[in-house]
């Protein structure tokens, strides 16, 4: 297991997982095997193959938060389980913690564990957000973890910047105003997709992987039109050749089919609440990442604010 610098020099190769507002940084061959959808309180479990994981686990409560409580109560779980199988159980309340930040915005307790698998984490309550953060790296107790597991809590942020979260999984990172919900997704390594929802708007962020084999018998324009039609079905789109930041792409621009949304559309307008009845996408194809992006807005007319965003925020490559 790699420790001290040898593992400083490989964090470059580390990626970056987002999900409702949760970030952090695992190495490379480490996985999503858990994700909670709700925003309010959830769970999310990132693991790898030799059996280390990372279990992240957040609340929003109403009054007081008793960090210390809590403790003791996973404790007593952690020992009742050590007890019934007849294992050795060893806890620490203030563990040695290799690599630990100042956090002026939490209040915060670590903690460390060890019997059949061992584990270091940390318990929070974010000032700022006013999220309860449970988070420990977990490992077979034959192996020696602690700079690996502390490094990994250390980059563990609860809530996003400026009013954005960063969602990052599969190799699609994308930024969205905090106000909006994940309405849909699809995770596979060849394909990604985060759909977004803020009353009648939306925002769909799609990632393909192998797109040189994608696009031997298709244009982007065409398999794009192939893979997004189900999508796009109640628009009628125009579609015209938008490169972005030195990437080939097409850009797609059309108005709702539907007959009622298109009859209201100027009444909501002169009461200055305009209907989302326009979609506008923009995709492009990266080679150096091999991979094609698409990001679609349901939105009203004139207003592209949310797509911009979200398009420069992608780190493609």
Known sequence: MLQGSALARRQENWVTIGWQGITLRVPEDWFPAALGTERASGYLRVQNPEGLSLEVKWSSPKGTVDLDAQLANYRKTLARAARKRKLDFDWKDKPKVPVREARPDKNRRFFGWKGEGQGLGVVWYCRGCG???????????????????????????????????????????????????????????????????????????????????????ACLEDFLWDKCRKFWRDYRLQASAAEWAGHPGVFFAGRTRKVVPRLVAPVRRLIRRPGADRLSARAWHCATANKIFALHAVHPEGDLTALESAVQSVTCH
């Open 131 to 217: 999220r309860v953060v449970f988070a420990q790296v977990a490992a077979p107790a034959s192996q020696e973890t602690p700079t690996l597991a502390a490094t990994i809590l250390s980059t563990l942020e609860d809530h996003g910047e400026d009013g954005e979260d960063l969602w990052a999984l599969y190799g699609l990172q994308v930024r969205v105003p905090s106000g909006w919900l994940l309405d849909k997704h699809q995770l596979m390594a060849g394909y990604t997709m985060l759909q977004f929802r803020q009353r009648e708007r939306l925002l769909r962020a799609e990632r393909w992987a192998l797109a040189n084999v994608a696009l031997k018998e």
